[in-house]
């Protein structure tokens, strides 16, 4: 469709081999439905398989090629930059998330939000991964505050204003929102479909979720000393000893898990 493009869909794919055409298709499908101009960025995060074949020479694309693997928000993040939409859509590579769930996001955001983040009220995970996911979520709530309740869904709406007041690093992504709903943006939810992994495995590891863990002490500390420096002190001493907990919790897993 001609003329600038109103959305950009971007997605980050790592060893997607199986998944990626039929994701461009249903993309596309899901975006012409819209009638509206939109582009389309894939980012292969440093894929070993034939992620890149696959994607190579679908049209309407713009793929982004990483050397080596540097992780989901680093492909988010290099997809945004990209992008020249008004409305940035991200999601997953794994066919989990549905494009046609796209115009729900849409219109929610017509009521008057700046983002609206997906919920998988129905995840078609499995019981592990649906475990640590509640208890992330939990810890979620208690640290940062915010009103979400499915920050693992990659499917989310932004106005592209939005990512002019954040910086992306580590496992970040995935609490856009919140940073987004603390800095005074409108924040909204809809339920979306979550769709069983048919081709593939799942990316998702303990050394992940620590990075994530780490990732959501920052913003607990930015939230809590960002307008009350002088109050930083009272919280030194629980900070360094939750990020020296941090610390060895990774250097144990490291150890056992990774080597």
């Known amino acids: 469709m001609e003329g600038k493009p109103f959305l950009s869909v971007v997605v980050p794919l790592y060893n997607e081999e199986g998944n990626v055409k039929e994701l461009h298709k249903r993309i596309l499908t899901a975006c012409q439905g819209i009638g509206k101009p939109f582009e389309i960025i894939f980012v292969d995060d440093g894929s070993k398989d034939g992620t890149v074949k696959d994607a190579e020479g679908l049209i309407p694309l713009t793929l982004i090629k990483f050397r080596k693997n540097f992780g989901q928000t680093a492909a988010f993040d290099a997809a945004i930059k990209q992008a020249t939409g008004e409305v940035i859509i991200t999601m997953d590579g794994d066919l989990q998330n549905d494009p046609a769930d796209i115009k729900l996001l849409l219109e929610e955001m017509e009521k008057g939000y700046d983002v609206v983040s997906g919920w998988r009220f129905k995840r078609q995970d499995t019981f592990s991964k649906r475990f640590f996911s509640r208890g992330a979520n939990l810890l979620r709530k208690v640290l940062i505050q915010d009103k979400i309740h499915d ?70 500390f930015w939230r809590k000393y960002s307008n009350r420096p002088l109050h930083l002190f009272g919280g030194t001493g629980m900070l360094f000893s939750m990020s020296g907990t941090g610390v060895l919790v990774w250097m144990v897993v490291e150890k056992l898990v990774f080597h």
């Open 151 to 220: 920050s693992g869904c990659s499917l989310k709406a932004y106005k592209r204003e939005c990512f002019e007041d954040v910086d992306l690093f580590g496992e970040m992504h995935r609490f856009i929102p919140a940073i987004l709903e603390m800095q005074g943006y409108k924040v909204g939810e809809v339920k979306v479909s979550h769709h069983p992994r048919v081709h593939g495995k799942t990316k998702y590891n303990w050394k992940r979720a620590i990075k994530g863990f780490v990732d959501m002490v920052s913003i607990w």
